[in-house]
């Protein structure tokens, strides 16, 4: 039978140790880490068309997989031996890719994202004594499938909050806040709805528009639409939209660099450096993090350990799956210090943030005309 667990603490990699915490994890075999000790586990990573090189979320479970073996970004000896990444550029190579996995026998597969649902899904019922993993999915349910999800609409909460607090701190009037989306759906609509309310706790009468470019690889799409909006007095962009949203980051580079006050909000991975217009400036106020490495780490060394098993992990605030980046010096202390603040409240459960566009459209002043899609 399938289990969902509620992940209490996160796996630490350093020098090889794990650090655990909760009496639930430890009775249930909680793997260590792999480290440079790893060998023998085979680990093939799939991603959609935009790959690891995205700068955002298959790139932070590509970080996992490199830091399970003891290997770096610049430097994979053991890539092709031990782990490799398969790229499909179309959905219609979704389901060939893992049945040649498969037929490959590697210990662990892993598919990021939930539009490899439906082929993970097809895949792992022919397949009942592979182990696959699926990130962003929990309604697979198969014991030979472990799936990872993230609390992004807690995270999205947070940067809502920095973002709405720089505002106001800037003394900048009547704000306009966008979201650009990647692909509609459940797991995007966490994101822009987390972030919206997160905005509105600190500026209830702020102006909150959002845009799905329908792709995560069409920087050129995000890109035009965020010059659009910047123009039409936007103060901040908040992308999670894969790949598509490094155009977002483009432009506010270029107008940062023309002296505008425009910021641009990263997703998935601190996207600092991808922001910098200057040795120290960057256009990325601060980035929701989502800590896909973790979500990998826990799934490798469930594999090394012998404790594999159909579950459902959900990688929330309190277990530091999600968080916020304070890279950026424009995130000052004094904002750093209310936003942790919030984060602490949401810990706690004083503050619970809606999921669901359906239920944050009951919340007062909630927008009622996103195009946010729960399904």
């Known amino acids: ?87 499909a550029q179309t959905q219609d190579m979704y389901i ?122 069409e920087p050129g799409l995000a890109k035009t639409q965020a010059k659009n909006w910047y123009d039409s007095g936007v103060y901040a962009i908040y992308s999670a939209a894969g790949g598509s949203g490094n155009g977002t980051i483009a432009q506010a580079k270029e107008y940062r660099i023309q002296g505008k006050n425009v910021w641009a909000i990263g997703v998935d991975s601190d996207q600092h450096e991808e922001g910098l217009y200057t040795a120290a400036e960057s256009a990325v106020l601060t980035s929701m993090i989502k800590r896909v490495e973790t979500s990998l780490l826990y799934g490798l060394n469930a594999v090394k350990n012998n404790a594999f098993k159909g579950e459902v992990l959900n990688f929330d605030v309190k277990a530091d799956g999600v968080g916020y980046s304070t890279t950026n010096p424009a995130i000052t202390k004094d904002i750093q210090s209310q936003v942790e603040a919030v984060k602490q409240r949401i810990i706690s459960g004083n503050i619970k943030v809606a999921s669901t566009y359906a239920e944050a459209k009951a919340l007062p002043g909630f927008p009622q005309d996103l195009k946010a899609l729960d399904n």
Not at 45 to 52: C, P, R
């Open 96 to 217: 060939p890719n893992l049945k040649q996995a498969t037929d490959e026998q590697y210990d662990l597969i892993v598919a990021t994202g939930f539009t490899f649902a439906d082929g993970v899904t097809e895949v792992a019922k022919d397949n009942p004594n592979q182990k696959y993993m699926i990130v962003d999915v929990d309604w697979v349910n198969l014991p030979n499938v472990l799936e990872a999800v993230f609390a992004e609409h807690e995270g999205s909460y947070l940067v809502g909050v920095a973002a709405a607090l720089k505002a106001q701190a800037e003394g900048i009037e009547t704000p306009k806040f966008g979201f650009i989306g990647g692909v509609p759906g459940a797991t995007i609509t966490k994101f822009e709805v987390g972030f919206v309310q997160g905005v509105l706790s600190v500026l209830p009468q702020a102006q909150i528009l959002d845009y799905y470019v329908n792709s995560w690889g």
């Open 1 to 87: 039978m399938v289990k969902r667990m509620a992940v209490a603490a996160l796996i630490a990699t350093m020098a090889g140790a794990s650090v655990w915490a909760g009496a639930k994890q430890q009775q249930s075999g909680t793997p260590a880490p792999g480290g440079s000790g790893a060998s023998g586990i085979t680990v093939r990573l799939l991603t959609d068309a935009t790959g690891i090189d995205d700068k955002s979320f298959n790139a932070a479970a590509w970080r996992g997989i490199l830091q399970f073996y003891g290997d770096s970004w610049n430097n994979t000896p053991q890539r092709g031996k031990a782990y490799d990444v398969v790229t």
